[in-house]
């Protein structure tokens, strides 16, 4: 799903990006995003987790993700829209890299430019046990 330059985005655009989340599909994924657009992973060494800044690096850290996670789900999504932000919640179920299971709600804020997403900025839960 796309819209026009001057759309605004809609849940059903969300649910859309959340779709190509769960099929794993990359360049589906880069097609909801704007040119100059940053994603902020949850984890990491600064106070956002890691950051991605600009299409191609936002392209690596979702190709990243989409790796580390080959079977990686973002279940039950519920999103709203209020003008050019947005918020998708979520519960993260995957594999881990050292073969343990992880399962965990989150959410993920966007910021809305242009009819595409130029801000993804996630959030998850941090299970201790």
């Known amino acids: ?70 079977d990686g789900q973002w279940t039950n999504p519920r999103h709203f829209v209020a003008g050019n932000r947005g918020v998708t919640q979520w519960t993260f179920e995957a594999t881990m890299p050292d073969g343990s299971r992880i399962q965990v709600d989150g959410c993920d804020l966007f910021t809305f430019e242009g009819g595409k997403i130029a801000v993804k900025n996630s959030f998850r839960k941090n299970r201790t046990a």
């Open 1 to 70: 799903m796309t819209t026009s330059a001057g759309a605004q985005v809609d849940t059903d655009y969300l649910q859309a990006f959340a779709e190509a989340w769960n099929r794993h599909d990359l360049e589906a994924l880069m097609g909801f995003m704007a040119d100059d657009c940053t994603f902020q992973l949850s984890s990491g060494p600064d106070v956002d987790g890691a950051r991605y800044e600009g299409y191609e690096a936002v392209r690596a850290g979702y190709k990243n993700v989409l790796d580390t996670f080959p």
